[in-house]
């Protein structure tokens, strides 16, 4: 089956530091990917979505400066949060598809702790 | 804009009952759902998916029913057992662009 992994799983980080987070599709190209954000006992929320080789098309209150997003190749794409702060800690999940209206494939998450 | 609402937020029950979970979705211009599974800390688990001109599908002891003009959907767990205890979320799936949106979810435990 299609498999997707995050990197890393857990990061704890200094306020004001830079934390980027991985997301590659394992086992197949993906030209889509999704990055959500969970807060505790909250839904997803849809962050950004990335087209290999193109810009990120962020959802409506996502800073695009502060969540930078990078779909280089078909099996990776990053999400960089810069200049952390306590309240972006949360739960960051990627999806990846091989195309925007294919099924979605989840990583596990990567839990942030911004200190 | 879709929004998805999951009753009930919480459900502790014995070991061996059948359970109902229910989702509702405001726009019934949906491409498909989907029910996923959330162990704590974790990331999500497809459990099933129901297109939009499907009425019902099932997987082991899993049954997911659409009712799209309504816009509801229930996930029907039977003889339930402790590891079944998680969460559970509802997504419905845009015509457009692939986005999903998803409920609060319904935390589910199941005790011996």
């Known amino acids: 089956g299609a498999v997707v992994s995050q990197h890393p799983s857990w990061v704890i980080c200094k306020s004001g530091t830079s934390v980027k987070i991985e997301c590659r599709s394992l086992?197949?190209?993906?030209?889509?990917m999704f990055w959500y954000r969970q807060f505790p006992k909250q839904s997803l929320m849809l962050m950004a979505t990335s087209n290999e080789g193109s810009k990120a098309t962020y959802e409506q209150g996502v800073e695009k400066d502060k969540f930078l997003i990078n779909h280089a190749s078909l099996t990776l794409s990053t999400l960089t949060v810069t200049s952390a702060h306590p309240e972006d800690s949360s739960f960051y999940i990627c999806s990846a598809s091989q195309g925007a209206e294919e099924t979605q494939y989840f990583g596990p998450g990567t839990r942030l702790l911004v200190l | 804009k879709q929004e998805v609402t999951q009753i009930p937020a919480a459900l502790s029950v014995p070991e061996g009952e059948n359970l109902v979970l229910n989702c509702s979705f405001t726009d019934s211009a949906i491409y498909n759902l989907q029910w996923f599974r959330q162990d704590p800390g974790k990331g999500l688990t497809s459990l099933l998916l129901?297109?939009?001109?499907?009425r019902e599908q099932t997987s082991g002891r899993l049954n997911a029913s659409l009712d799209k003009s309504s816009g509801r959907s229930t996930l029907y767990i039977a003889a339930s057992q402790p590891g079944d205890s998680a969460t559970y979320l509802c997504?419905?799936?845009?015509?457009?662009?692939?986005?999903?949106?998803f409920g609060r979810g319904t935390q589910l435990t199941v005790w011996p």
């Open positions: 129901i297109q939009s001109s499907q």
């Open positions: 997504a419905v799936r845009g015509s457009t662009l692939g986005r999903l949106y």
């Open positions: 086992d197949f190209q993906a030209t889509t």
